[in-house]
Protein backbone atom coordinates (compact mmCIF):
# COMPACT_ATOMS: atom_id res chain seq x y z
CA UNK A 1 0.00 0.00 0.00
CA UNK A 2 1.67 2.90 -0.96
CA UNK A 3 1.29 6.43 0.82
CA UNK A 4 2.16 9.39 -0.98
CA UNK A 5 2.85 12.40 1.20
CA UNK A 6 3.22 15.92 -1.20
CA UNK A 7 6.41 17.50 0.05
CA UNK A 8 7.16 21.34 -0.40
CA UNK A 9 9.01 24.11 0.89
CA UNK A 10 7.81 25.60 4.26
CA UNK A 11 5.81 22.84 5.35
CA UNK A 12 4.71 22.26 8.40
CA UNK A 13 6.58 19.19 9.89
CA UNK A 14 3.84 17.66 12.05
CA UNK A 15 0.68 17.98 9.44
CA UNK A 16 2.82 15.79 7.56
CA UNK A 17 4.58 13.63 10.60
CA UNK A 18 1.42 13.20 12.59
CA UNK A 19 -0.59 10.97 10.10
CA UNK A 20 3.31 9.43 8.69
CA UNK A 21 3.63 8.03 12.10
CA UNK A 22 0.30 6.22 12.22
CA UNK A 23 -0.08 4.85 8.33
CA UNK A 24 3.56 4.24 8.19
CA UNK A 25 2.12 1.69 10.79
CA UNK A 26 -0.41 -0.23 8.91
CA UNK A 27 0.51 -3.43 7.58
CA UNK A 28 2.19 -3.36 4.58
CA UNK A 29 2.64 0.66 3.98
CA UNK A 30 5.17 2.21 2.32
CA UNK A 31 5.56 6.21 2.83
CA UNK A 32 7.05 8.25 0.46
CA UNK A 33 7.39 12.15 0.82
CA UNK A 34 6.99 13.21 -2.92
CA UNK A 35 7.72 17.03 -3.82
CA UNK A 36 7.84 18.68 -7.10
CA UNK A 37 11.87 19.30 -7.55
CA UNK A 38 14.96 17.35 -6.70
CA UNK A 39 15.89 19.86 -3.93
CA UNK A 40 15.70 19.12 0.26
CA UNK A 41 12.33 20.78 1.59
CA UNK A 42 12.91 22.61 4.36
CA UNK A 43 10.40 23.41 7.16
CA UNK A 44 8.20 26.49 7.98
CA UNK A 45 10.53 27.51 10.80
CA UNK A 46 13.58 26.65 8.51
CA UNK A 47 14.88 24.45 11.61
CA UNK A 48 14.50 20.70 9.27
CA UNK A 49 15.25 19.83 6.08
CA UNK A 50 14.87 16.34 4.33
CA UNK A 51 15.10 14.83 1.81
CA UNK A 52 11.79 14.18 -0.61
CA UNK A 53 11.83 10.13 -1.64
CA UNK A 54 11.41 11.30 -5.21
CA UNK A 55 9.74 13.84 -7.64
CA UNK A 56 6.35 13.81 -8.77
CA UNK A 57 6.55 11.97 -12.03
CA UNK A 58 8.41 9.07 -10.23
CA UNK A 59 6.21 8.52 -7.38
CA UNK A 60 3.89 5.82 -8.84
CA UNK A 61 -0.06 5.84 -8.16
CA UNK A 62 -0.86 6.01 -4.43
CA UNK A 63 -3.48 4.07 -2.26
CA UNK A 64 -3.46 7.02 -0.14
CA UNK A 65 -2.60 10.86 -1.37
CA UNK A 66 -1.90 13.11 1.94
CA UNK A 67 -1.68 16.94 2.01
CA UNK A 68 -0.24 18.35 4.77
CA UNK A 69 -0.68 22.50 5.29
CA UNK A 70 1.57 24.95 6.25
CA UNK A 71 1.64 29.01 6.29
CA UNK A 72 -0.88 30.45 3.59
CA UNK A 73 2.44 31.97 2.01
CA UNK A 74 4.12 29.03 1.62
CA UNK A 75 1.10 26.95 0.67
CA UNK A 76 -0.21 29.72 -1.73
CA UNK A 77 2.95 29.08 -4.20
CA UNK A 78 2.36 25.16 -3.95
CA UNK A 79 -1.59 25.34 -4.66
CA UNK A 80 -1.28 27.23 -7.69
CA UNK A 81 1.44 25.33 -9.24
CA UNK A 82 -0.26 23.49 -12.57
CA UNK A 83 2.29 20.54 -12.01
CA UNK A 84 1.86 19.69 -8.76
CA UNK A 85 -2.58 20.38 -9.46
CA UNK A 86 -2.39 17.96 -12.52
CA UNK A 87 -0.39 15.38 -9.93
CA UNK A 88 -2.76 15.66 -7.48
CA UNK A 89 -5.78 15.18 -9.80
CA UNK A 90 -4.19 12.27 -11.52
CA UNK A 91 -3.32 10.66 -7.93
CA UNK A 92 -6.46 11.64 -6.52
CA UNK A 93 -8.36 9.96 -9.45
CA UNK A 94 -6.51 6.43 -8.65
CA UNK A 95 -6.46 6.48 -4.68
CA UNK A 96 -8.12 4.69 -2.53
CA UNK A 97 -8.30 7.43 0.14
CA UNK A 98 -7.36 11.61 -0.23
CA UNK A 99 -6.44 13.25 2.40
CA UNK A 100 -5.52 16.59 4.06
CA UNK A 101 -4.42 18.51 7.11
CA UNK A 102 -4.76 21.74 8.02
CA UNK A 103 -4.40 24.25 4.98
CA UNK A 104 -3.57 21.19 2.83
CA UNK A 105 -7.05 21.62 2.09
CA UNK A 106 -6.69 25.13 0.10
CA UNK A 107 -3.82 22.94 -1.72
CA UNK A 108 -6.48 20.08 -2.31
CA UNK A 109 -9.23 22.69 -3.26
CA UNK A 110 -7.36 24.80 -5.55
CA UNK A 111 -6.24 21.44 -7.56
CA UNK A 112 -9.74 21.09 -7.56
CA UNK A 113 -9.82 17.57 -6.38
CA UNK A 114 -11.96 19.34 -3.53
CA UNK A 115 -15.04 21.14 -5.98
CA UNK A 116 -18.20 20.93 -3.03
CA UNK A 117 -18.92 20.21 0.38
CA UNK A 118 -17.41 21.30 3.37
CA UNK A 119 -14.22 20.40 5.02
CA UNK A 120 -12.17 20.71 7.66
CA UNK A 121 -9.00 23.15 8.06
CA UNK A 122 -7.18 25.09 10.62
CA UNK A 123 -9.16 27.57 11.91
CA UNK A 124 -6.72 30.08 10.69
CA UNK A 125 -7.83 29.15 6.96
CA UNK A 126 -11.56 29.67 7.75
CA UNK A 127 -12.47 32.83 5.45
CA UNK A 128 -10.12 31.40 3.10
CA UNK A 129 -12.11 28.51 2.28
CA UNK A 130 -15.26 30.57 2.37
CA UNK A 131 -13.71 32.54 -0.56
CA UNK A 132 -12.96 29.39 -2.31
CA UNK A 133 -16.57 28.67 -2.59
CA UNK A 134 -16.39 25.91 -0.03
CA UNK A 135 -17.87 25.04 4.01
CA UNK A 136 -15.52 25.05 6.60
CA UNK A 137 -16.57 23.01 8.77
CA UNK A 138 -15.33 23.43 12.12
CA UNK A 139 -14.53 19.77 12.85
CA UNK A 140 -11.80 18.05 13.47
CA UNK A 141 -12.49 15.45 10.47
CA UNK A 142 -14.25 15.68 7.67
CA UNK A 143 -15.37 12.87 5.44
CA UNK A 144 -16.68 13.46 2.35
CA UNK A 145 -16.72 10.03 0.25
CA UNK A 146 -13.19 9.24 -0.09
CA UNK A 147 -11.74 12.03 1.24
CA UNK A 148 -10.71 13.25 4.86
CA UNK A 149 -10.18 16.54 5.85
CA UNK A 150 -8.38 17.42 9.02
CA UNK A 151 -8.47 20.71 11.34
CA UNK A 152 -5.04 22.21 11.96
CA UNK A 153 -1.68 20.80 12.67
CA UNK A 154 -1.74 18.17 15.41
CA UNK A 155 -5.59 16.96 14.17
CA UNK A 156 -3.92 15.36 11.58
CA UNK A 157 -3.18 12.47 14.29
CA UNK A 158 -6.69 12.05 14.63
CA UNK A 159 -7.78 12.28 11.45
CA UNK A 160 -4.66 9.19 10.47
CA UNK A 161 -6.13 7.06 13.28
CA UNK A 162 -9.78 7.67 11.66
CA UNK A 163 -8.39 6.48 8.25
CA UNK A 164 -6.63 4.03 9.44
CA UNK A 165 -9.64 2.12 10.46
CA UNK A 166 -10.91 3.03 7.24
CA UNK A 167 -8.31 1.58 5.06
CA UNK A 168 -7.69 -1.80 7.94
CA UNK A 169 -9.86 -2.30 10.50
CA UNK A 170 -10.86 -0.74 14.34
CA UNK A 171 -8.58 -3.24 15.94
CA UNK A 172 -4.89 -2.40 13.61
CA UNK A 173 -6.23 1.34 14.05
CA UNK A 174 -6.26 0.71 18.09
CA UNK A 175 -3.58 -0.68 18.14
CA UNK A 176 -1.21 2.09 16.17
CA UNK A 177 -3.08 4.31 18.87
CA UNK A 178 -1.36 2.18 21.38
CA UNK A 179 1.57 2.22 19.87
CA UNK A 180 1.92 5.65 19.52
CA UNK A 181 0.46 5.80 23.05
CA UNK A 182 -1.95 8.31 22.25
CA UNK A 183 -3.89 8.96 25.03
CA UNK A 184 -3.78 12.71 25.08
CA UNK A 185 -3.80 14.52 28.19
CA UNK A 186 -2.51 18.54 27.51
CA UNK A 187 -1.83 19.97 30.77
CA UNK A 188 -4.18 23.35 30.06
CA UNK A 189 -8.24 23.23 28.26
CA UNK A 190 -7.72 24.17 24.88
CA UNK A 191 -8.45 28.04 24.92
CA UNK A 192 -8.62 28.24 20.79
CA UNK A 193 -11.79 29.40 20.38
CA UNK A 194 -10.78 32.62 22.32
CA UNK A 195 -10.24 35.89 19.68
CA UNK A 196 -7.41 36.46 22.47
CA UNK A 197 -5.45 33.88 22.12
CA UNK A 198 -5.99 33.35 18.30
CA UNK A 199 -4.10 36.81 17.92
CA UNK A 200 -1.13 35.99 20.07
CA UNK A 201 -0.99 32.52 18.22
CA UNK A 202 -0.90 34.38 15.00
CA UNK A 203 2.09 36.45 15.96
CA UNK A 204 3.78 33.03 17.44
CA UNK A 205 3.09 31.82 14.37
CA UNK A 206 3.90 34.36 12.20
CA UNK A 207 7.45 35.16 14.23
CA UNK A 208 8.55 31.45 14.08
CA UNK A 209 9.20 31.45 10.34
CA UNK A 210 12.23 30.60 9.12
CA UNK B 1 17.14 30.54 23.40
CA UNK B 2 18.60 27.32 21.73
CA UNK B 3 16.71 23.91 21.64
CA UNK B 4 19.15 20.76 21.24
CA UNK B 5 17.46 17.84 19.99
CA UNK B 6 19.48 14.82 19.58
CA UNK B 7 18.94 13.04 16.41
CA UNK B 8 20.03 9.12 15.65
CA UNK B 9 19.68 6.38 13.06
CA UNK B 10 16.30 4.78 13.52
CA UNK B 11 14.59 7.35 16.18
CA UNK B 12 11.19 8.01 15.85
CA UNK B 13 10.22 10.94 13.86
CA UNK B 14 7.11 12.07 16.31
CA UNK B 15 8.70 11.58 18.89
CA UNK B 16 10.93 14.72 17.78
CA UNK B 17 8.15 16.56 16.13
CA UNK B 18 5.62 16.66 18.23
CA UNK B 19 8.02 19.03 20.84
CA UNK B 20 10.01 20.43 17.79
CA UNK B 21 6.37 21.95 16.81
CA UNK B 22 5.48 23.68 19.82
CA UNK B 23 8.67 24.78 21.05
CA UNK B 24 10.20 26.21 17.81
CA UNK B 25 6.87 28.80 18.29
CA UNK B 26 8.57 29.90 21.45
CA UNK B 27 9.70 33.80 21.33
CA UNK B 28 13.60 33.45 20.45
CA UNK B 29 13.40 29.83 19.85
CA UNK B 30 16.10 28.51 17.72
CA UNK B 31 15.40 24.65 16.88
CA UNK B 32 18.70 21.95 15.94
CA UNK B 33 18.33 18.98 15.02
CA UNK B 34 22.04 17.26 16.49
CA UNK B 35 23.86 14.31 15.58
CA UNK B 36 27.15 12.09 16.26
CA UNK B 37 27.91 12.23 12.83
CA UNK B 38 27.41 13.96 8.89
CA UNK B 39 25.70 10.74 7.67
CA UNK B 40 21.86 12.20 6.80
CA UNK B 41 19.38 10.76 9.44
CA UNK B 42 16.81 8.10 8.68
CA UNK B 43 13.71 7.42 10.84
CA UNK B 44 12.81 4.10 12.29
CA UNK B 45 10.33 3.21 9.21
CA UNK B 46 13.05 3.92 6.59
CA UNK B 47 10.60 6.36 5.17
CA UNK B 48 12.05 9.99 6.07
CA UNK B 49 15.39 11.02 5.37
CA UNK B 50 16.79 14.60 6.99
CA UNK B 51 19.97 16.37 7.61
CA UNK B 52 21.00 17.32 11.42
CA UNK B 53 22.07 20.46 11.53
CA UNK B 54 25.16 20.03 12.97
CA UNK B 55 27.75 17.62 14.82
CA UNK B 56 27.71 16.97 18.31
CA UNK B 57 30.42 19.30 19.56
CA UNK B 58 29.83 22.20 17.11
CA UNK B 59 25.89 22.03 18.62
CA UNK B 60 26.31 24.85 21.42
CA UNK B 61 25.29 24.79 24.86
CA UNK B 62 21.24 24.15 25.02
CA UNK B 63 19.13 26.04 26.62
CA UNK B 64 16.82 23.30 26.07
CA UNK B 65 17.89 19.75 25.55
CA UNK B 66 15.65 16.97 24.04
CA UNK B 67 16.07 13.66 23.52
CA UNK B 68 13.69 11.28 21.06
CA UNK B 69 13.09 8.00 21.42
CA UNK B 70 12.71 4.89 18.97
CA UNK B 71 12.63 1.37 19.05
CA UNK B 72 14.74 -0.75 21.59
CA UNK B 73 17.18 -1.96 19.13
CA UNK B 74 17.71 1.53 17.64
CA UNK B 75 17.67 3.62 20.77
CA UNK B 76 20.51 1.36 22.69
CA UNK B 77 23.44 1.43 20.41
CA UNK B 78 22.73 5.17 21.38
CA UNK B 79 22.39 5.13 24.69
CA UNK B 80 25.71 3.21 24.85
CA UNK B 81 27.67 5.43 22.39
CA UNK B 82 30.71 7.23 25.09
CA UNK B 83 30.89 10.32 22.57
CA UNK B 84 26.74 10.67 23.21
CA UNK B 85 26.81 9.72 26.78
CA UNK B 86 29.53 12.31 27.72
CA UNK B 87 27.69 15.04 25.15
CA UNK B 88 24.81 14.48 26.88
CA UNK B 89 25.97 14.95 30.21
CA UNK B 90 28.24 18.23 29.37
CA UNK B 91 24.81 20.04 27.54
CA UNK B 92 22.52 18.86 30.56
CA UNK B 93 25.01 20.42 33.05
CA UNK B 94 24.82 24.18 31.72
CA UNK B 95 20.83 23.41 30.47
CA UNK B 96 17.59 25.46 31.85
CA UNK B 97 15.74 22.11 30.96
CA UNK B 98 16.33 18.44 29.80
CA UNK B 99 13.84 16.27 28.51
CA UNK B 100 12.93 13.38 26.93
CA UNK B 101 9.77 11.75 25.05
CA UNK B 102 9.25 7.86 24.93
CA UNK B 103 12.53 5.73 25.26
CA UNK B 104 14.99 8.81 25.05
CA UNK B 105 14.15 8.11 28.93
CA UNK B 106 16.64 5.53 28.31
CA UNK B 107 19.34 7.38 26.56
CA UNK B 108 18.82 9.77 29.67
CA UNK B 109 19.56 7.57 32.04
CA UNK B 110 21.91 5.46 30.36
CA UNK B 111 23.90 8.47 30.26
CA UNK B 112 23.59 9.16 33.62
CA UNK B 113 21.75 12.19 33.19
CA UNK B 114 18.52 10.49 35.59
CA UNK B 115 19.96 8.65 38.10
CA UNK B 116 16.77 8.35 40.48
CA UNK B 117 13.38 8.68 40.75
CA UNK B 118 10.38 8.21 38.65
CA UNK B 119 10.17 9.06 34.76
CA UNK B 120 7.90 8.35 32.19
CA UNK B 121 8.31 6.25 28.82
CA UNK B 122 6.87 4.01 26.62
CA UNK B 123 4.96 1.71 28.32
CA UNK B 124 6.99 -1.07 26.21
CA UNK B 125 9.55 0.14 27.92
CA UNK B 126 8.61 -0.19 31.83
CA UNK B 127 10.16 -3.22 32.44
CA UNK B 128 13.85 -2.09 31.03
CA UNK B 129 13.54 0.93 33.23
CA UNK B 130 12.70 -1.01 36.60
CA UNK B 131 15.88 -3.47 34.93
CA UNK B 132 17.43 0.26 35.32
CA UNK B 133 17.05 1.09 38.74
CA UNK B 134 14.71 3.85 37.61
CA UNK B 135 10.69 4.00 38.50
CA UNK B 136 8.89 3.84 35.58
CA UNK B 137 5.75 5.79 36.48
CA UNK B 138 2.99 5.42 33.57
CA UNK B 139 2.17 9.29 33.86
CA UNK B 140 2.17 10.96 30.84
CA UNK B 141 4.58 13.64 31.88
CA UNK B 142 6.52 13.14 34.71
CA UNK B 143 8.89 16.32 36.20
CA UNK B 144 12.06 15.81 38.59
CA UNK B 145 13.11 19.40 38.67
CA UNK B 146 14.33 20.81 35.29
CA UNK B 147 14.08 17.21 34.06
CA UNK B 148 10.69 16.18 32.24
CA UNK B 149 10.06 13.17 30.60
CA UNK B 150 7.08 12.17 28.64
CA UNK B 151 5.30 8.87 27.44
CA UNK B 152 5.43 7.38 24.21
CA UNK B 153 5.79 8.93 20.86
CA UNK B 154 2.74 11.48 20.81
CA UNK B 155 3.13 12.48 24.41
CA UNK B 156 6.02 14.42 23.45
CA UNK B 157 3.49 17.18 22.50
CA UNK B 158 1.70 16.73 25.65
CA UNK B 159 4.96 17.42 27.32
CA UNK B 160 6.68 20.17 25.28
CA UNK B 161 2.91 22.07 26.59
CA UNK B 162 4.06 21.81 29.90
CA UNK B 163 7.42 22.57 29.12
CA UNK B 164 6.61 25.46 27.04
CA UNK B 165 4.44 27.10 30.33
CA UNK B 166 7.50 26.40 32.41
CA UNK B 167 9.50 28.32 29.77
CA UNK B 168 7.90 31.29 28.90
CA UNK B 169 4.36 30.89 30.75
CA UNK B 170 0.72 29.37 30.27
CA UNK B 171 -0.84 31.99 27.95
CA UNK B 172 2.03 31.52 25.68
CA UNK B 173 1.60 27.64 26.01
CA UNK B 174 -1.93 28.07 25.50
CA UNK B 175 -1.77 29.97 21.99
CA UNK B 176 0.85 27.60 20.88
CA UNK B 177 -1.49 25.34 21.85
CA UNK B 178 -4.02 26.98 19.77
CA UNK B 179 -1.69 27.37 16.70
CA UNK B 180 -1.24 23.67 16.10
CA UNK B 181 -5.30 23.13 16.80
CA UNK B 182 -4.17 20.67 19.54
CA UNK B 183 -7.97 20.02 20.99
CA UNK B 184 -7.37 16.56 20.98
CA UNK B 185 -10.33 14.11 19.61
CA UNK B 186 -9.41 10.47 19.00
CA UNK B 187 -11.41 8.70 16.96
CA UNK B 188 -11.89 5.79 19.21
CA UNK B 189 -10.89 5.28 22.77
CA UNK B 190 -7.60 4.35 24.03
CA UNK B 191 -7.26 1.10 24.94
CA UNK B 192 -3.14 0.50 25.01
CA UNK B 193 -3.41 -1.03 28.32
CA UNK B 194 -5.00 -4.36 27.06
CA UNK B 195 -2.58 -6.59 26.59
CA UNK B 196 -4.11 -8.39 23.37
CA UNK B 197 -3.66 -4.53 21.91
CA UNK B 198 -0.15 -4.23 23.24
CA UNK B 199 0.71 -7.42 21.33
CA UNK B 200 -0.66 -6.24 18.32
CA UNK B 201 0.76 -2.78 18.88
CA UNK B 202 4.15 -4.55 19.10
CA UNK B 203 3.91 -6.60 16.14
CA UNK B 204 2.94 -3.96 14.10
CA UNK B 205 5.73 -1.68 15.49
CA UNK B 206 8.34 -4.54 14.55
CA UNK B 207 6.72 -4.88 10.95
CA UNK B 208 7.13 -1.90 10.04
CA UNK B 209 11.03 -0.95 10.66
CA UNK B 210 12.56 -0.15 7.87
Not at 84 to 104: I, P
Not at 181 to 208: C, I, K, N
Request: one cysteine or more; charged letters at 15%; proline letters at 6%.
Amino acid sequence: MLINILAYQGMTMLDAIGPYEVLSRLPGARVQFVAAGRDAITSDTGFLTFLPACELDAAGQADVLLVPGGPPERVMPVAQDPAVQQWLRQQHEGSRYTASVCTGALILIAAGVITEGGVSSHWMAADTIADMGLAYTGERITRAGKVFTAAGVSAGIDMALALSAAIADRDTAQAIQAGIEYDPAPPFPYTGDDPAVRELAGTLLQDSLG
